[in-house]
């Protein structure tokens, strides 16, 4: 679609922050997805509202000079009530888009049609206004060969993918084909309003204050991952998941049985912005333990010792698995997989007696978490060790010695080697109560040159005869230097935590602090994913270090943002994902 067409659809569509008016009677119950966006007017003012906690009063100055520019490309001003009208355009009323995918013989998924409406005060003189404009030449002067195919009802804009624009009663519809298009002004028979997944989903998200709404049809949500299994088992090389689908399937069929609606929503206001999306199963079916969910997560894995890390770290990073149940997944959907797991286990067996399944893997809850605690002085930035990083795994009570035993059995493979043939070395000790394995990573090196070597430099390059031969004597090249790093990996009664700073660790480990999903995200439910990132920190850092000239012109734009922040989890009946952009306080 060429640019000023863009512009065209955006004008329209952007005003209202992303889609709807009450084209609920034009969707239908068969529908894929339906999204209804706030008015225009409403929306903008949510916009406002964002603004000002984004960049403070100085964002009245910025909207004015943006909704200018848009003027001078499109005629009109988004953001002005006035100016919508003018155009036809009703900024008081929803605006709506529904599309329709379906399920070919072939098995792949493909767009029946998607609708896009617009409300309309007076549809002929918005009609009017956008053939108007889709005739307009490009920025190269080209004049777009637009179609009208009923006068004063229905254009079309050529590209890829063709638009096609029509007129109804009180809106206008936009749509990717003709017939599309045409159907779009024709209500539903088969009402969205009467389908009972669309009556939950209103139940469940429409009485939040959004910008958009999105509620999506749980059969075809369920037929969509179905293209996805079978995809899977369409690939050049099909033996290898040869089980993937039918055990796919058997998940998809125990999930369309129970799960009620899904949808979610989006919004922004002086607090940041929030795209929310849930799905509601029936009552009872998420707590039972033999639900298709727990076979891929485990929200009651118990907390690590990095979940209640002090103070608000620069990036934290939560993750809650059914780690046996993955790897029965992998196992069933990939016979390749079950063959290595196997070798793997013969291996291990023979070199240190232990079996892999019940010493290594069983006893790992699936429980994981990364904490990164700050940022180091500039002059550190690439050394790893200057980084407080830590990496936890929780792993069963009693099962501690089974990973102890394999550490020492890569050292003393890896120390009895000539010292000038290790690429690592090992060393055992002790961090407090617990133990710690110490690994030296070596890498040759070229010295780094002084300023005074680099100025020489400089100057004999300055000397060369006229050959191009340098007059100094020949230089003889330093030998190479080992830089050694360091990690360490600390294995106490119920975790294994890699890391680069082990004594800072132990400050962790006393924490008397609630999780940091406790003091971040609501109380209520099992948390099965977090994470959260400290935006803030990282810009506080950037304006004091040689960095604040790249973020100099963006520093009005990020300095007002506080963390980014989501999660996922199991709360009643219900799955539920979330991710936040956080402002601070208009005080701080």
Same mark, same amino acid.
């Not at 309309?120 to 307009?136: E, F, I, V």
């Not at 990083?389 to 890896?414: D, N, P, Q, R, T």
């Not at 090992?426 to 133990?435: F, L, N, R, S, Y």
């Given at each position: 679609?060429?640019?000023?067409?863009?512009?065209?659809?955006?004008?329209?569509?952007?005003? %209202?922050?992303?889609?709807?008016?009450?084209?609920?009677?034009?969707?239908?119950?068969?529908?894929?997805?339906?999204?209804?966006?706030?008015?225009?007017?409403?929306?903008?003012?949510?916009?406002?509202?964002?603004?000002?906690?984004?960049?403070?009063?100085?964002?009245?100055?910025?909207?004015?000079?943006?909704?200018?520019?848009?003027?001078?490309?499109?005629?009109?001003?988004?953001?002005?009530?006035?100016?919508?009208?003018? !155009?036809?355009?009703?900024?008081?009323?929803?605006?709506?888009?529904?599309?329709?995918?379906?399920?070919?013989?072939?098995?792949?998924?493909?767009?029946?049609?998607?609708? !896009?409406?617009?409300?309309?005060?007076?549809?002929?003189?918005?009609?009017?206004?956008?053939?108007?404009?889709?005739?307009?030449?490009?920025?190269?002067?080209?004049?777009? %060969?637009?179609? +009208?195919?009923?006068?004063?009802?229905?254009?079309?804009?050529?590209?890829?993918?063709?638009?096609?624009?029509?007129?109804?009663?009180?809106?206008?519809?936009?749509?990717?084909?003709?017939?599309?298009?045409?159907?779009?002004?024709?209500?539903?028979?088969?009402?969205?309003?009467?389908?009972?997944?669309?009556?939950?989903?209103?139940?469940?998200?429409?009485?939040?204050?959004?910008?958009?709404?999105?509620?999506?049809?749980?059969?075809?949500?369920?037929?969509?991952?179905?293209?996805?299994?079978?995809?899977?088992?369409?690939?050049?090389?099909?033996?290898?998941?040869?089980?993937?689908?039918?055990?796919?399937?058997?998940?998809?069929?125990?999930?369309?049985?129970?799960?009620?609606?899904?949808?979610?929503?989006?919004?922004?206001?002086?607090?940041?912005?929030?795209?929310?999306?849930?799905?509601?199963?029936?009552?009872?079916?998420?707590?039972?333990?033999?639900?298709?969910?727990?076979?891929?997560?485990?929200?009651?894995?118990?907390?690590?010792?990095?979940?209640?890390?002090?103070?608000?770290?620069?990036?934290?990073?939560?993750?809650?698995?059914?780690? %046996?149940?993955?790897?029965?997944?992998?196992?069933?959907?990939?016979?390749?997989?079950?063959?290595?797991?196997?070798?793997?286990?013969?291996?291990?067996?023979?070199?240190?007696?232990?079996?892999?399944?019940?010493?290594?893997?069983?006893?790992?809850?699936?429980?994981?978490?990364?904490?990164?605690?700050?940022?180091?002085? +500039?002059?550190?930035?690439?050394?790893?060790?200057?980084?407080?990083?830590?990496?936890?795994?929780?792993?069963?009570?009693?099962?501690?010695?089974?990973?102890?035993?394999? !550490?020492?059995?890569?050292?003393?493979?890896?120390?009895?080697?000539? +010292?000038? +043939?290790?690429?690592?070395?090992?060393?055992?000790?002790? &961090?407090?109560?617990?133990?710690?394995?110490?690994? %030296?990573?070596?890498?040759?090196?070229?010295?780094?040159?002084?300023?005074?070597?680099?100025?020489?430099?400089?100057?004999?390059?300055?000397?060369?005869?006229?050959?191009?031969?340098?007059?100094?004597?020949?230089?003889?090249?330093?030998?190479?230097?080992?830089?050694?790093?360091?990690?360490?990996?600390?294995?106490?009664?119920?975790?294994?935590?890699?890391?680069?700073?082990?004594?800072?660790?132990?400050?962790?480990?006393?924490?008397?602090?609630?999780?940091?999903?406790?003091?971040?995200?609501?109380?209520?439910?099992?948390?099965?994913?977090?994470?959260?990132?400290?935006?803030?920190?990282?810009?506080?850092?950037?304006?004091?270090?040689?960095?604040?000239?790249?973020?100099?012109?963006?520093? &009005?734009?990020?300095?007002?943002?506080?963390?980014?922040?989501?999660?996922?989890?199991?709360?009643?009946?219900?799955?539920?994902?979330?991710?936040?952009?956080?402002?601070?306080?208009?005080?701080?």
């Amino acid at each position: 679609m060429k640019k000023n067409n863009i512009l065209l659809v955006l004008a329209l569509w952007l005003p %209202t922050a992303v889609f709807s008016f009450s084209p609920e009677d034009y969707a239908s119950a068969e529908d894929t997805f339906y999204i209804e966006v706030e008015s225009s007017n409403k929306a903008t003012n949510y916009l406002k509202d964002f603004l000002l906690g984004l960049l403070g009063p100085s964002s009245e100055s910025i909207v004015a000079s943006v909704a200018e520019q848009a003027k001078e490309r499109t005629g009109v001003n988004p953001l002005s009530s006035e100016d919508l009208l003018s !155009i036809g355009y009703d900024p008081a009323s929803k605006m709506g888009v529904t599309g329709n995918f379906f399920v070919n013989p072939e098995g792949l998924l493909e767009t029946k049609y998607v609708r !896009i409406y617009f409300p309309a005060k007076n549809s002929g003189k918005l009609y009017a206004y956008l053939l108007q404009r889709a005739k307009m030449p490009d920025e190269a002067g080209t004049v777009p %060969t637009i179609t +009208e195919h009923i006068k004063g009802r229905l254009f079309e804009i050529p590209g890829e993918t063709p638009l096609f624009i029509i007129k109804g009663s009180d809106f206008i519809a936009a749509s990717n084909s003709r017939q599309g298009a045409v159907s779009s002004v024709e209500k539903s028979k088969d009402k969205i309003t009467d389908a009972e997944w669309y009556v939950q989903g209103k139940k469940e998200f429409s009485s939040e204050k959004a910008v958009a709404w999105l509620y999506i049809n749980p059969t075809q949500y369920m037929n969509a991952f179905s293209v996805i299994s079978g995809s899977l088992g369409s690939t050049e090389t099909p033996h290898e998941l040869s089980f993937s689908s039918a055990l796919i399937r058997k998940m998809q069929v125990e999930v369309a049985e129970n799960i009620v609606t899904t949808g979610g929503y989006f919004t922004l206001n002086k607090s940041g912005i929030v795209l929310h999306f849930a799905e509601k199963y029936k009552d009872g079916y998420l707590n039972s333990s033999e639900a298709a969910i727990h076979k891929l997560i485990n929200p009651d894995a118990p907390n690590l010792s990095l979940d209640s890390h002090p103070g608000t770290p620069l990036l934290y990073l939560m993750l809650k698995l059914n780690f %046996t149940g993955y790897l029965q997944f992998l196992e069933e959907s990939l016979p390749e997989f079950k063959k290595e797991m196997e070798r793997a286990s013969e291996k291990i067996a023979e070199e240190t007696e232990l079996d892999l399944r019940k010493d290594l893997l069983a006893p790992i809850h699936g429980n994981f978490s990364m904490t990164v605690a700050g940022i180091p002085p +500039e002059k550190d930035l690439q050394n790893p060790n200057a980084w407080n990083g830590f990496l936890s795994a929780g792993i069963a009570k009693g099962s501690s010695k089974s990973y102890v035993k394999l !550490i020492e059995k890569i050292m003393a493979e890896e120390n009895a080697k000539p +010292e000038n +043939e290790r690429d690592f070395s090992i060393k055992k000790g002790k &961090q407090g109560k617990h133990t710690l394995f110490t690994i %030296t990573l070596r890498e040759k090196q070229q010295p780094d040159k002084s300023e005074e070597e680099l100025a020489n430099e400089e100057l004999d390059g300055l000397s060369m005869d006229g050959d191009g031969e340098s007059e100094t004597e020949e230089e003889t090249e330093e030998p190479a230097v080992v830089k050694e790093t360091f990690a360490y990996i600390i294995i106490t009664d119920t975790e294994i935590i890699g890391t680069t700073n082990p004594t800072a660790f132990a400050r962790i480990e006393k924490s008397n602090e609630s999780t940091l999903t406790a003091r971040n995200f609501p109380k209520s439910g099992k948390y099965y994913t977090a994470g959260i990132i400290d935006i803030g920190t990282v810009v506080a850092y950037a304006k004091t270090s040689s960095f604040s000239m790249l973020i100099g012109q963006y520093l &009005q734009m990020v300095e007002r943002i506080d963390k980014l922040a989501g999660y996922s989890k199991i709360d009643g009946d219900h799955s539920i994902s979330r991710l936040e952009l956080r402002l601070k306080p208009a005080d701080k």
